[in-house]
């Protein structure tokens, strides 16, 4: 978009082959550039947190589901053993 490279735009600034009007409207230009880049940098970082956190709800779903699945499991393998304790009796105040 913009037609110098900023350092050849300073220097022909301070050389006087251009004028000032015409290094604001190449600066602009330059400024204009940076706000795209900037835009498409913070576009692909969003879009690549939404993938990860997708990414990680998927996981969490898929790891809860194997928790409550090796739970049963166990629970069936072994069941709370019957001990058959005396009752435990507290004092009365």
């Known amino acids: 978009?913009?037609?110098?490279?900023h350092k050849r735009i300073l220097t022909d600034w301070s050389n006087g082959t251009l004028t000032a009007d015409m290094t604001?409207?190449?600066a602009?230009?330059?400024?204009a550039e940076l706000y795209e880049l900037v835009a498409q940098a913070r576009k692909a970082a969003n879009d690549k947190v939404n993938h990860l956190e997708n990414k990680v709800n998927a996981l969490q779903v898929q790891l809860d589901r194997l928790t409550k699945g090796v739970s049963v499991e166990l629970e069936k393998k072994s069941p709370t053993p019957n001990?058959?304790?005396?009752?435990?009796?507290t004092l009365e105040k």
Do not use: A, F, R, W
């Not at 978009?1 to 490279?5: E, K, P, R, V």
């Not at 602009?28 to 400024?31: K, N, S, Y």
């Not at 001990?83 to 009796?89: A, D, R």
């Open 28 to 31: 602009l230009q330059h400024i």
């Open 24 to 26: 604001i409207g190449h």
């Open 83 to 89: 001990l058959n304790l005396p009752e435990v009796k």
């Open 1 to 5: 978009m913009s037609t110098y490279d």
